[in-house]
């Protein structure tokens, strides 16, 4: 029953009141039962699946489960792991770990470890290879932390159009924590690189089932050792201060702050110093974005085979409204906060903008403590809505080099770098 | 004298009738909703028991469970199990929006030929087929 009819239904009323026809009142008020008696909607699930069109929602559309260690978060795969963190966890800067997405390659990752057992080894291109327990490792190098955002590659791949197959991330694919651990160049050091090595090699606990050499086997990633980058990795045994979770590469992961999580080898076993360039399939042929300025392209010059591709690194410029999410209706005249986070691979967050007309006029949110470069970047914004009607929220954020959120959105045959301008469809209700 | 004890009665015969209208009144114009529930399954979650620790050198985290999709029934389905369940679950597949023919049967390819997925020939069409009646635009059910 809308507003409007129940406005008319009160001057009937009130008209048949003032002449004192009680019984037609009650007359009325025997025709107005079934109204009363009227059942509100029942919930209804999400959909299994979305497209042809761009994901509507903010988070992938899979059930929670709970996994070991973890709170109920979003399903997408079972077999190996990947489970999305639900919108509301974005409020605080730092994303609690039994929160904290998943993303495993290969199918054989650990379910447990044995330190007694477990050792990391720095190999290949070295002076001195070097074989570190983990007591070795805490006691023989000095502690190191930062906080940075950890966010999957393919995060939002569920936005782009057309769709293009792969994980399909809502917008929950990423986390930010505070790592502590051990600074890989202190390691380097101590295992001396021989001259002339060109790349560092990560490899992890986990295997897949296919065939030696190729991606469905071992899972690999590699950085230039002249990549300044290199100077603030950090192999990390905490995270938040706490052990990493089984499902984020406990007991050792390595930290790449600012760039993409397909760096950050979780469950790390092997250091390995490259006298040639990475051919692995993880390097060569996986996790590629196309050479242009935005990293985007079109399905047709794929086609054509004109896209050159290069290692997907840094991540762009991303901001976000987490509260309200659009679930509830607002009352017009009622004071509300817009209130999310911001955040970049290519340092810290200068300016996070909201609009209420969906983009026609900005004004700057107030920006919440900062964590250092690599972080989320909280904000807020005061907000009443006077009138009544779908609003539509934008947010953008500028970081510390000059760039600002596009308008357009991405795409590339991998589904990588969204981060695209994020609107939300808020609903304001008349109030008397 | 009954004539005015009917005068008597009658401020009180109509505060009752004002009574009775300001109740249904206040009825008709309930300022809430109540008392509905659904019988719609939403479906919910058990807690996971908290594994037991011991405080020796390993640190366990337990198996990792599974959650099966149900995949429809069809030609092509016992190959899709066989083979492409080597390397991941069949989740892999009802995540996928609703993609064009020819993207199944390239993403097929790219698991034999970049992936190393060793699948005969014919069972490699019947996954096509199988993925293309069952997962593609038009095809594809709720």
Sequence with gaps: MNFSHRKVSRRRLLKALGAGAGSLAIARFAAARPWLGQEPASPQHMPDFTGPGANPYWSSVGPFVTE????????????????????????QAFTPNDAFYVRWHL?????????????????????????????????????????????????????????????????????????????????????????????????????????????SNRFMKSLDLSNPVLDEVILAHSMNSEPLPMLNGFPLRVIVPGYFATYWMKSLASIRVLDKEDDNFWMKTAYRIPDTPDGSTTPEEVKAGKVKQIPIARMPVRSFLISPDGSSKIPAG?????????????????????????????????????????????WDSPWTPVRPGTHEIAVRATDEEGNTQPEGSVWNPGGYLWNAIERQKIIVGSNA | MRHARISAALPKFFAAVVTLLLAASAALYAEFNAGFYSEERMGSIRQTLPAVQSSGVTYDAGAFPLFPPSLPAGTGRDEVKAFCNTCHSPRYITMQPFLPPEVWAAEVNKMIKTYGASIPDDSTERIIHYLETNFSTGTRKQ
């Design chain 1, 107 to 215: 199918e054989t990752l650990p379910n447990s470890v044995d330190l007694k057992e477990w050792r990391l080894r720095i190999e290949g291109n070295v002076e001195k290879p070097l074989t570190l327990s983990f007591p070795e490792l805490l006691k023989q190098f000095a502690p190191a932390s930062v906080s940075a955002v950890n966010q999957c590659s393919g995060n939002s791949r569920s936005r782009l159009q057309p769709r293009v197959a792969g994980g399909q991330w809502g917008n929950g694919a990423m986390g930010c924590a505070l790592w502590s651990g051990v600074k890989l160049r202190e390691i380097l050091e101590a295992a001396r690189v021989k001259k002339g090595s060109l790349q560092v090699q990560f490899e992890g606990l986990d295997r897949g089932k296919g065939p030696e050499g190729y991606g």
């Design chain 1, 68 to 91: 070991p260690q973890k709170a109920p978060l979003i399903l997408l795969t079972d077999r190996p792991v990947q489970l999305e963190t639900p919108r509301h966890y974005f409020l």
């Design chain 1, 334 to 378: 009622l004071p509300v906060q817009l209130r999310g986070m911001a955040f970049s691979g290519h340092g810290g967050i200068r300016s996070v903008e909201v609009s209420d007309n969906g983009g026609s006029s900005w004004r700057a949110a107030r920006l919440g403590e900062g964590h250092g470069p690599y972080s989320f970047r909280t």
